[in-house]
């Protein structure tokens, strides 16, 4: 069913661009405006300029993006491989005091439309970022950042030992990258291993984890595409550059997706008082006068250590003016595919705060970022969230159901950078 294929991939020549680690970056919307600042101080070469051109700084990003793409390859800066591969990952990283490693491989997939149950989507999107990386792709003609996919492995875990034997080499790619996981790829060229692998999808479904706005961004480019030309089938404007990661492979780790939403000063008092009225809602004992990353991770690791995944919970903060308020919202519900994200979009937004529209919950991963906009903004409603359970996710996955945007943040992202995909010519 899943069809993937080797493609050329564009990379770095280390030897103009320098060191590799200084060049990755993580995907657009894992990017805060503090990091995106720090990579474009990093380096020149760094993918944040293609991957994330610099609003404001840029008249037109995705213009930039394409011009420096171009830029870089004439000066040879980036390089396209002379024939088609697959790349196989290894990301270390540590969590809760363990060092992981998570193996996978970087393809490309033919992009199927979701109601052909090929490709498996768990969230809902946005058209606003779905837009947004459609004119970048219409633009630079490239992807800079694969999306992380999931497959089930058959019962001998046959692709993933072979994955594992092709990481027991040494790798083209080695680096320790400041804030990302340690990463070692492997390029494959070989044609029969390269066939093993994409045959045995043959009958597989592809999950998204990670990516759902580029994939949709994809449908939408080959569509607008073949309104006005005939596609032959092995164009690459075809498939969508993905890191494949078998469900039995350690290290598949979902942390939280905050979130955010700001008022005016009649708004914040109206919203108070209806969240402070309903009786599933009481006080944090512990202040957060002092606003500091202690201060607030305690307050969420209060939130985190209830595992009662039965229930729903999360943190409230509301920020009058000067004034926080810190509290917790906990209600027994177990009705079917009901979780903290859900509940809160589908039914707490509508009950407690009915005007607010869907757009304008914005979101963030990041504690320092919750607090820079505690100390920054007046008027505010932040929803502190524990991530979701591996086994919620795979229920909605496997049940076809969508859950809210913005629900599974994995860690760790594969980074834009490591190789980039054309879209122009074939695959």
């Given at each position: ?94 969590y809760n005091n363990k060092t992981i490693k998570r193996r996978g491989f970087i393809c490309a997939l033919k992009v199927e439309d979701y109601t052909s149950r090929i490709v498996i989507p768990h969230e809902k999107t946005r058209d606003l970022w779905v837009e947004d990386r459609y004119k970048l ?291």
């Open positions: 069913m899943a069809e993937l294929r080797p493609f050329k991939g564009i990379r770095y020549n280390q030897e103009i661009s320098g060191d590799l680690s200084k060049n990755i970056c993580p995907p657009f919307d894992s990017i805060s405006p503090s990091l995106q600042k720090n990579l474009y101080e990093i380096s020149n070469y760094n993918t944040v300029r293609l991957e994330l051109g610099l609003r404001g700084l840029d008249s037109d990003p995705y213009f930039s993006a394409a011009e420096t793409q171009k830029t870089w390859m004439r000066e040879g800066i980036l390089t396209q491989d002379d024939s088609p591969s697959i790349y196989v990952t290894e990301e270390e990283f540590s792709m219409e633009v630079a003609k490239s992807n800079y950042s694969p999306l992380l996919c999931l497959y089930k492995d058959d019962s001998r875990e046959t692709i993933a030992n072979l994955v594992k034997s092709i990481s027991g080499k040494n790798p083209y790619i080695d680096i320790e990258p400041d804030d990302l996981q340690k990463i070692k790829v492997w390029r494959v060229t070989d044609f029969g291993t390269i066939s093993l692998i994409c045959e045995k999808f043959k009958d597989s479904k592809i999950y998204i984890a990670d990516g759902h706005h580029r994939y949709e961004a994809g449908l939408r480019y080959i569509s607008n595409a073949r309104s006005t030309r005939e596609i032959r089938f092995n164009e690459s404007i075809n498939y969508r550059m993905i890191q494949l990661i078998s469900m039995s492979e350690p290290g598949l780790i979902t942390r939280s997706y905050h979130r955010y939403i700001k008022l005016n000063k009649n708004e914040i008092e109206n919203y108070s008082k209806k969240i402070l009225s309903d009786k599933n809602t009481f006080n944090y004992e512990d202040s957060l006068n002092i606003l500091n990353y202690e201060n607030v991770e305690k307050y969420y690791r209060f939130i985190c250590d209830d595992k009662d995944f039965d229930s729903i919970s999360f943190g409230i903060i509301l920020k009058q003016g000067n004034k926080l308020k810190t509290l917790i919202y906990s209600h027994s519900d177990i009705s079917k595919n009901n979780n903290d994200y859900t509940f809160l979009h589908e039914k707490y937004f509508q009950e407690n705060l009915g005007l607010i529209k869907e757009e304008n919950i914005l979101f963030e991963t990041d504690l320092n970022e919750i607090i820079n906009l505690l100390n920054r903004e007046e008027n505010l409603i932040i929803l502190l969230m524990r991530p979701i359970p591996m086994d919620n996710f795979l229920s909605a996955v496997d049940s076809g159901y969508r859950l809210p945007p913005k629900v599974t943040n994995f860690l760790p992202k594969p980074p834009a950078g490591l190789v980039f995909q054309t879209l122009e010519g074939d695959i």
